[in-house]
């Protein structure tokens, strides 16, 4: 398949441009914030839409601030060094989804903290919503031909503009459809009832890292950092890790609270 080529800005006004991928963490606030609402209506929930709408501007700074430290922490601190000015260029992109976990989990405290909400109980209402975000965001990374995947034969194949003339994966593609549209799905059906305290944010942690581990198998690892592991192991594989075992966890500890309850 010929990738669309899709031009990056999706509005210019003389000297202001407004590209796609900012315009995608909009969309992606906009929708976490109204299933936000819709899941306060909900009869057993113990959060309001008032609720809702002041905890979003905790969440944009925390993912914002989180996603772009993580990436200049974790992937690549050396260019930020030499040019210090780049991090706040978020347009070319560079924002890790582990960061902004973190950001989002440190809003979550210091917000639940100041209203009396635990953090487990922040983090199972926030859980559902963060897929969404996902989607928006890797199709932020496709608009902008960038995280591609590995050469391949397959049908499915796209050929990138500054990635050679071979075919590659659609990578964004699949993460957007794993991380984004699937673990929605799962995820909100099953906190469409009320679930063990932890449950929630356990499954999203433990299918997130599952999805993520296995589209990096097809995804080109960063420039910058390669396979970590003698041709195999990538970053976001080896930060998952952590993710992947704290959800499990969740999830035991959670149904054997209920069980023992």
């Known amino acids: 398949m010929q990738y669309p080529s899709i031009d990056p800005v999706a509005l210019s006004i003389g000297p202001l441009r407004l590209h796609w991928y900012g315009l995608m963490y909009v969309f992606a606030f906009l929708a ?3 299933l936000g609402r819709f899941r306060a209506s909900r009869p057993w929930s113990k959060w309001t839409a008032a609720m809702v709408d002041d905890f ?15 990436y200049v922490l974790f992937y690549d601190l050396s ?3 030499a040019d210090p000015l780049e991090i706040v260029r978020v347009w070319n992109g560079g924002m890790s989804f582990h960061g902004g976990l973190v950001g989002v989990v440190t809003a979550s405290w210091l917000w639940g903290r100041r209203h009396g909400v635990g953090l ?4 199972d209402f926030v859980a ?3 897929p969404t975000g996902l989607f928006f965001g890797r199709m932020g990374n496709f608009i902008n031909a960038e995280l591609w995947g590995k050469v391949t034969e397959s049908p499915l194949g796209m050929i990138f503009p500054g990635a050679g003339p071979l075919p590659r994966h659609p990578s964004q593609l699949y993460e957007a459809g794993l991380e984004g549209a699937l673990l929605f799905v799962i995820l909100w059906i099953y906190s469409s009832k009320p679930r063990p305290r932890g449950a929630v944010a356990g499954l999203f942690g433990a299918l ?5 581990i296995v589209v990096e198998f097809f995804r080109v690892p960063d420039a910058q950092l390669g396979y970590l592991f003698a041709g ?3 970053m976001g594989q080896i930060l998952c890790l952590p993710l992947l075992f704290a959800g499990l966890w969740l999830l035991v500890r959670a149904y054997r609270k209920e069980k023992k309850a």
């Open 208 to 212: 997130y890292a599952v999805c993520r």
């Open 56 to 70: 979003v501007t905790w969440a944009m700074l925390g993912v914002i601030l989180g996603a772009r430290l993580g």
């Open 128 to 130: 559902p919503l963060v």
């Open 79 to 81: 260019a930020y060094l």
């Open 232 to 234: 195999w192991g990538t």
């Open 32 to 34: 976490g914030w109204l």
């Open 120 to 123: 487990l109980d922040m983090l």
